[in-house]
Every structure is written in structure tokens, then in C-alpha cells.
């Protein structure tokens, strides 16, 4: 059965999580320390459903990409040099903060009605795609308030996989306790899907879809519309990362048991 | 070896720039100036009519922002493209405020310092009482005018790519691309008509595998070789053309920096700029820079005229800090990144072809660095505005960038510029240092205080001992032949058991500041290695290798990433390379090359 989707993918940019990153509270409420100084990335779980919606797209001739982001248009438009030569896609950007201490609802609100603004989006064939968790400091649960918002029911969250069946259905593997899949069935668009980490890759650069891609993005970025997030009565109590310890040691020509065996030594204590 | 039938991508383009730093940034920021000048039509694509001029730059690098320099500069090009630049702009940028000069002396005795260097740190202990001397440190109450930054600026250099960076993205004006490696050049009939980007897809000695993919060809009218000290483009187009008559490329430093989080008790107003010289060796200078929000970069620089083969400038540096008048800022702090660079200190000897039919070299990479005044930021930025303004003269002309052309309309602005006027006066300034420390230091002083007239003859470059000549006073042949066998077979340099031995106590740990150097990779911004691409750093001719007494590149490898191996080459690991350069110029028999290569160290400070 021929199928073609229209998915869009929900993806805000986060502090590359290669830097060293230090939560304080600052006048302003909790931020990161020198969150100016730091270079962004796609948020990583995003980044891997946007990887999976351009197999999707690729496999379905007919569909097509849109990538919508909420974020500060200059690092915006600095990541985009990187991601666009990963995948196809379309931009739909919105000009606003990106530091995850926002309330979802709140963001979630202006994606779902920019969503909903573009152009030629057939809802009967949308597949919302985003991460099913974020390096953001997000609570994780806009994606699933864009799909409410967009009357969507059929959610899945924790996705590592999606294949089209032959009647057309979606057969979703979704994460569950002790490393299993849960598989549902979904008749098909419209859908939620927030990815984990699914199987593939990332993409090398392709300059030339870079250059492609481009096309579309500049004037997205130059039309960007700015979003004002009031903060509300929101308030974050507490800020920390979670706690962890590194020791390093240098070995050479250790075979992989005997590490692995002080590996559980060193866990155990 | 014949690649896989794919077809390799063509894209047609007006101006390829391969490269983005400092110079980069000042070709495309006048570029896009005129291109978005209101009381000017833009100048017109060739490549794509009815388009604005098309313009790419292609960043080897992750991000643009992940530059590793100095650096402290008087900025005066960077003044001129930005008359109302206010530091508070750029993220760790802040006004030079005060600087100074000081000699360190040796709190540990491990220093090698020559007879006369020695006698010279007895009368200056001797008379401290009446000096300007504290923590094992004189404070020279002078600082020479050529090495004075005053009106200019301490900047991160990966912060402010990354500012200006970003102005010019949103001019929409010039695309520049992070992660995209230039592999080699285009030559046809003698022109320059693009670039070759990086083949992915292969293994690490570049062979396609099944996802291979073919590096894209992007022809350009103009292609602007910005790639820095140790690009591949510049390196091929010197394999293409040549290089004028008298030129001497030996002369390197290898510039290695933490930034450091200042302890609270630490009194450094932002702004203070100190340089140093005395110590950890004499060959050895050093700086101390402090930004804005209590955070200080602090770092050396190991010149190629150093002659102890088993350099190493991290376990240098570690000592560099302790030094007590350092120490008493330093301890305490946190090392929040790190980094290092290679510095291309041959001045005009190293100038090669500036422009051929097709190209042109701005930057460092086209010997713009001055090393009497350590500068090289803003160098870079002018060469950069100055081929821009060239660019834009022939464009305006309808002249096609012929070497004629771009001689008569780049180099010749060059030739009239200050950053020429002042290479002029430094290229000899630091030719005594063949002869020693101090005759080095009278070299520099004098070209500096007389505009180059006199100085001290000589060349420079000198040969580099033996390990066993170097250590001869310090340790016995038999041993050095111990500790050799020892090192080899424990696969690790020599370095760090070669100074042990000759004095230099084990470096404490604390693990804030002091802290290994595998350690080190993994703090602000950490190394990466994309896969599907070659290696980057080749050693040509393995059996060199074996011959070699000396494997300086082990000894120098700024991340520990080549490492020793029983037979052939070294070990290299890509994981851990910072993409120095440092064992392309250390290696004395000119075996080791650094290609085009992806990844590195993510750092966002440096």
C-alpha cells in the first residue's frame, strides 16, 4: 500500500552537552552558568527523530520533513549549518528562549499553533515527531501538550522504531522496563511519536543537501516570528545535575573481561 | 587505489573560503558590509545570475566556535570593522587595563638556565631588597612599547569566531559551514577553480567502505585559503606552486593554554595582562590574561628552537602555573578548558605565494603572525579585510582574479599596510636565540627599540640535540639508554620520566587545575572523532620512523594521541587529537603530514 506522511518535528536547541555545564540559580530564576558562552546542538533526542523521519520520508516517496524549533534565532541559525546537512527538511523557526526553564505548556502552545499555520500541512497524513526525552532542562512533556493541542490521541512515547505494514497500519516499538519493546498498532496518521534513541546513525554532513536545505532556511530564519514566555506562576524549587564521579585510567592491551571485571568492582565499591 | 564508480558532486560557486577564524571573519565581514550596503546594489553572483555574490565558507571544526588562540590583541583592525565594539558584546572579552612584564625566576632549581641566566638570578635574589622582586619573581618596571596591547583587548578566541560569527549569518550574505573539511585544491591549467571537499565513508587509511561518499567538488571563481598555520589547503597549494625564492617556514612555537576559574581569594582586576619569560625554561614564554566573572587564561609557548627533544608543553605548563607568583592567583581554581594551537613564528621568511591565478592566502597560514610584538589576531583580521576590499575592486571592476590582478590589488595593499611595516621590523628580531637566551633577548629588544635597524645576526633555527647531548649533565648514557627500553615498553613517552629525572617534581594532582593529561581531553568541550573519515595525521614513510632517536612527535603530541609503538610508525589515535599540528614541524625529518581532518576538541573558550 502506498503511503506518503507529513511529519513534523519538534526540536529545541540545548547547550552541547560536550561542555561542562553548571546549573545555578541566578536573579532570573535557574539558568545554566555562562549558558552564553556555550555552543548548541540539536537536542540530541530530536536529533534522532528527525534522522528517523527523513528514513520515513525516504522510504515514502511523497512525504515530506518540516523541522519547527523554539529558539534564540542566532544560535538557531549557527546549528542549523550542522543539521542541515544531516536530513531534508523545511524550517519553521520561532524566535524565543531556549533555556528549558519555560513552562511547556506554555511553549507547547506556540508550536502547536505554528504547526497548525503551515502551509499545505494535511493533518490526515501528520506524524508529530520529537524526543521522548530532551538535554533540555524541559520537563518532557511538550511534545506530547503540541499533540493535544493538535487534537492528536494516538501518542507514543519512548519510540525506537516505526514500520509502515501492508495495510497501511503503524507498528511502533516503544521502551519498556527491562530493556524490552512494547509493540503497539496504529491505523496510521495522525500520530505522536517521542523518540528515544532509535537505531540509527547519525548522519554524516552532506554539504550539497546543506546547500538545499539552505534555501528554505534563511527565509525561515528572516521570517522567524518572535514568541514572548511569560514565566508565570511558575517556579523551579531546585537545580542540580546529576551526581557523578570519573576516574580515569589509561590501559593498553587489557583484554575486555578484565576490564569489564574491575569496571563491576569499582561499581560495586 | 580506484574509488568506487560514484559520482563526485559538483557545485558552482563565486568565492570559496576554506577556513573561519579571525582572517575569515574580517574577508567576510567586509564582504557582507558591501553586500549589504543600502546606497550599493550588491555585487552580483557569476555562478548564479540574478543572485547576490555567493559566498561559502567551509570550517573544518564541529563549530565555529571552537577556535583555540591566545589571546590578547591591541585589535586595531578589529576596531576599524567595529568602531563601537563594546567588549561587553562578546562573552569573555574585556579591555586590556593594565600589563606587565616579569622574569621568574626558578623556585625549584630544575631549570636549565645558562651561566649567565644563573649569575643574573643570584644578583637579582642578592638585591631583592631593592627590586621590584616577590614570589621568586621580578616585576620589570618597563614594559617595551612593541609588546604593549594598551587599547586593546583579552579575548576568548573561540567566543568571539563565534560573535562574529554569527553577525554574519544573519546577513544571509555568506553560508559558513562547521564539520566540512577541505581536503585539497582544484587545479586546472594552472588556476586554482575550487576545492575538494572531504571523502567520508572510508576507513582510517581512507579506504570506501560501502557508505562511501564522495567529497564534493565546489568551483569558485576566487578560493581564499584561510585554514591557519597547518592547513591542508595551504600545504597543497605550496605543493602545487611552490614557493618564492628564500623561503624558510622553520621557525614554529606551540602555543598551550588552560582557562581557569579563579579562586575567590584571587585579586586580578579583569583586564590585567601579564607576559612572562624566565621559566619553566628560558626558551619558554608565558601569559597570564584575565577576563571578565574571575576567569584567567594562563599559558605558554614552546618554540621550535628549543632544543630539548623530549619537549612537552603540557607537563610544562602544569609547572608554569605553580610557579609561586602564578600559584598564589592559580591555587584553588578550577581548570574549566584547555587547548592548543600551532604557532607559525617565521614572520616574512615564511611568507609564500600570496596570490596565484584563482587564490589567495590571508591569515596566518600566509605569515601574518609578528612575532616580535606576539601578535597575530589582529594580523589576521587585516589581511582579511584587506582581500575583501580587493575582492570588491575587482568586482566592481569586472576584472577576473588573475594573479596580476590580485597582486595589484591585494598584495599590494599589503605591502602598504602596517601589518607589513611591522613584519618588516620583526623579521629579524629573534635571530640571537641561536645563540642563546640572553643574546635572543637582546635581539628582540633591540629591533624592537630601534624599528628593526639593528639586531643581532644569525638565524634562528637551531638543530636539535640528541636526547643524550641534552641530558648529558643530568643524566648518565647508560641510564637514558634504561629509561628508553622502560618508556618503550610501557608505551608511553619519555617526557615525563626524562624531567623527573632531571629534577622536575611529580606534578600533585588535585583534580581541579592540576590534572592529568588524558584528563584534560575530557574537560570543557572534550575530543571527538567522527567515523567514516581517514586519518588525519599520516606518517609518510615508516621505516623513517624507525630510524628516528628522538620520536619529538610523541614527546610533543599535544593530546597524547601518537604514542610509541615497538616497530614502524607511531600509534595515533584520532580520539585524542586536538588537530595542533605540533608533530608536522617537530618531526626532523619532515615525515609526518597533517590532511584535512574532522572532529576535535570542542571547546568553547579557548
Aim: hydrophobic share 40%; charged share 25%.
Amino acid at each position: 500500500m502506498s503511503l506518503s506522511f507529513h511529519i513534523v518535528v519538534c526540536a529545541g536547541i540545548v547547550p552541547d552537552p560536550l561542555q561542562t555545564l553548571e546549573p545555578i540559580i541566578g536573579d532570573s530564576g535557574p539558568a545554566l552558568k555562562n549558558e552564553l558562552l556555550l555552543p548548541a546542538v540539536l537536542d540530541p533526542w530530536a536529533a534522532h527523530a528527525l534522522y528517523e523521519a527523513a528514513r520515513l520520508a525516504r522510504e515514502h516517496s511523497g512525504s515530506k520533513v518540516w523541522l519547527i524549533s523554539l529558539s534564540p534565532r542566532a544560535k538557531l541559525q549557527q546549528v542549523m549549518m550542522t543539521v542541515a546537512q544531516k536530513a531534508p527538511f523545511e524550517l519553521v523557526a520561532l524566535d524565543g528562549p531556549a533555556g528549558g526553564f519555560t513552562d511547556s505548556a506554555e511553549v507547547a502552545g506556540a508550536l502547536a499553533a505554528a504547526i497548525e499555520a503551515i502551509p499545505g500541512l494535511d493533518r490526515s497524513r501528520l506524524l508529530l515527531f520529537g524526543g521522548w526525552e530532551s538535554a533540555a532542562r524541559g520537563a518532557g512533556t511538550t511534545l506530547a501538550i503540541v499533540g493535544e493541542r493538535l487534537g492528536i490521541v494516538d501518542q507514543f512515547q519512548g519510540v525506537d522504531e516505526v514500520r509502515l505494514e501492508p495495510d497501511g497500519a503503524l507498528r511502533i516499538l516503544e521502551r519498556v522496563e527491562g530493556g524490552r519493546h512494547q509493540i503497539s498498532r496504529c491505523a496510521g496518521p495522525p500520530a505522536v511519536m517521542g523518540w528515544a534513541t532509535g537505531s540509527l546513525a547519525e548522519p554524516p554532513n552532506q554539504p550539497q543537501l546543506g546547500m538545499a536545505n539552505m534555501r528554505s532556511i534563511l527565509p525561515a530564519l528572516q521570517r522567524a516570528r518572535p514568541v514572548a514566555l511569560s514565566s508565570g506562576d511558575l517556579r523551579f524549587l531546585r537545580v542540580e545535575l546529576p551526581r557523578q564521579q570519573r576516574q580515569t585510567r589509561i590501559v593498553r592491551d587489557v583484554p575486555a573481561e578484565e576490564i569489564a571485571r574491575e569496571l563491576v568492582d569499582w561499581i560495586r565499591g | 587505489m580506484s574509488e568506487p564508480a560514484l559520482p563526485r558532486p559538483v557545485l558552482e560557486t563565486d568565492i570559496v573560503c576554506v577556513g573561519f577564524g579571525p582572517a575569515a571573519g574580517g574577508f567576510l565581514t567586509t564582504l557582507a558590509r558591501r553586500q549589504t550596503d543600502p546606497s550599493r546594489p550588491p555585487l552580483e553572483s557569476r555562478a548564479a545570475p540574478g543572485l547576490p555574490l555567493q559566498v561559502l565558507c567551509y570550517e573544518r571544526a564541529d563549530d565555529i566556535g571552537f577556535g583555540v588562540s591566545g589571546a590578547v590583541t591591541r585589535a586595531r583592525a578589529i576596531r576599524a570593522s567595529f568602531p563601537d565594539l563594546d567588549p561587553a558584546e562578546i562573552p569573555m572579552a574585556a579591555a586590556v587595563r593594565r600589563e606587565k612584564l616579569v622574569y621568574l625566576l626558578d623556585p625549584i632549581g630544575a631549570s636549565r638556565r645558562p651561566p649567565a641566566l644563573r649569575l643574573a638570578d643570584r644578583v637579582i635574589r642578592a638585591f631583592r631588597f631593592a627590586l621590584p622582586f616577590e614570589h621568586d619573581a621580578l616585576e620589570i618596571p618597563w614594559l617595551p612599547p612593541f609588546l604593549e596591547k594598551k587599547d586593546g583587548l583579552v579575548l576568548s578566541i573561540a567566543q568571539f569566531n563565534q560573535w562574529v560569527g554569527q553577525q554574519l549569518l544573519m546577513t544571509g550574505m555568506v553560508q559558513i559551514w562547521p564539520g566540512t573539511p577541505v581536503a585539497d585544491i582544484v587545479v586546472e591549467d594552472g588556476a586554482v577553480v575550487g576545492v575538494r571537499l572531504l571523502d567520508q565513508g572510508v576507513d582510517r587509511l581512507g579506504k570506501p567502505t560501502a557508505a562511501y561518499q564522495p567529497g564534493m567538488e565546489v568551483r569558485a571563481a576566487l578560493t581564499v585559503a584561510a585554514d591557519g598555520p597547518v592547513g591542508a589547503v595551504g600545504r597543497k597549494l605550496d605543493q602545487a606552486f611552490g614557493t618564492p625564492e628564500g623561503f624558510d617556514n622553520r621557525e614554529w612555537a606551540i602555543g598551550m593554554k588552560f582557562v581557569v576559574e579563579l579562586p575567590g581569594r584571587a585579586q586580578l582586576e579583569t583586564g590585567t595582562v601579564i607576559h612572562t619569560i624566565g621559566y619553566p625554561e628560558p626558551e619558554i614564554f608565558g601569559f597570564l590574561y584575565v577576563h571578565p566573572e574571575r576567569v584567567a587564561s594562563v599559558g605558554i609557548f614552546v618554540p621550535s628552537w628549543f632544543a630539548n627533544p623530549a619537549r612537552t608543553a603540557y607537563r610544562y605548563l602544569q609547572h608554569y602555573i605553580q610557579h609561586p607568583y602564578l600559584w598564589r592567583h592559580l591555587e584553588g581554581g578550577r581548570l574549566r578548558s584547555w587547548g592548543a594551537k600551532s604557532i607559525r613564528e617565521s614572520g616574512r621568511r615564511g611568507e609564500p605565494w600570496l596570490v596565484g591565478n584563482g587564490y589567495a592566502r590571508i591569515g596566518e597560514g600566509s605569515a601574518s603572525t609578528n612575532v616580535l610584538t606576539n601578535s597575530g589576531i589582529d594580523e589576521a583580521w587585516a589581511t582579511g579585510v584587506m582581500l575583501a576590499e580587493a575582492v570588491i575592486e575587482l568586482l566592481e571592476q569586472d576584472k577576473p582574479f588573475t594573479r596580476e590582478n590580485l597582486k595589484a590589488a591585494y598584495v599590494a595593499r599589503r605591502r602598504a599596510s602596517w601589518v607589513e611595516e611591522e613584519a618588516r621590523i620583526a623579521e629579524k628580531a629573534r635571530d640571537g636565540f641561536r645563540r642563546g637566551f640572553l643574546t635572543g633577548l637582546l635581539g628582540v629588544a633591540l629591533a624592537g627599540l630601534t624599528r628593526g635597524r639593528l639586531r643581532v645576526p644569525g638565524r634562528p633555527h637551531r638543530p636539535m640535540a640528541s636526547l643524550e647531548d641534552y641530558f648529558r649533565d643530568r643524566i648518565p648514557t647508560g641510564e637514558m639508554a634504561r629509561i628508553r627500553e622502560e618508556c618503550a615498553r610501557q608505551g608511553r613517552a619519555l617526557h615525563d620520566a626524562l624531567m623527573e629525572r632531571a629534577g622536575w617534581p611529580p606534578v600533585a594532582f588535585d583534580g581541579r587545575l592540576l590534572v592529568s593529561h588524558q584528563d584534560a581531553l575530557l574537560v570543557g568541550g572534550k575530543v571527538q572523532a567522527p567515523p567514516g573519515v581517514a586519518d588525519h595525521v599520516v606518517f609518510l614513510y615508516p621505516y623513517l620512523c624507525e630510524t628516528c632517536g628522538t620520536r619529538l612527535c610523541v614527546e610533543i603530541c599535544s593530546g597524547e594521541a601518537i604514542r610509541p609503538r615497538p616497530e614502524g610508525a607511531p600509534g595515533f589515535e584520532r580520539e585524542k587529537c586536538v588537530h595542533c599540528g605540533a608533530c608536522v614541524w617537530n618531526c626532523p625529518q619532515e615525515n609526518v603530514v597533517l590532511e584535512a581532518g574532522a572532529g576535535g576538541l570542542h571547546s568553547a573558550e579557548n
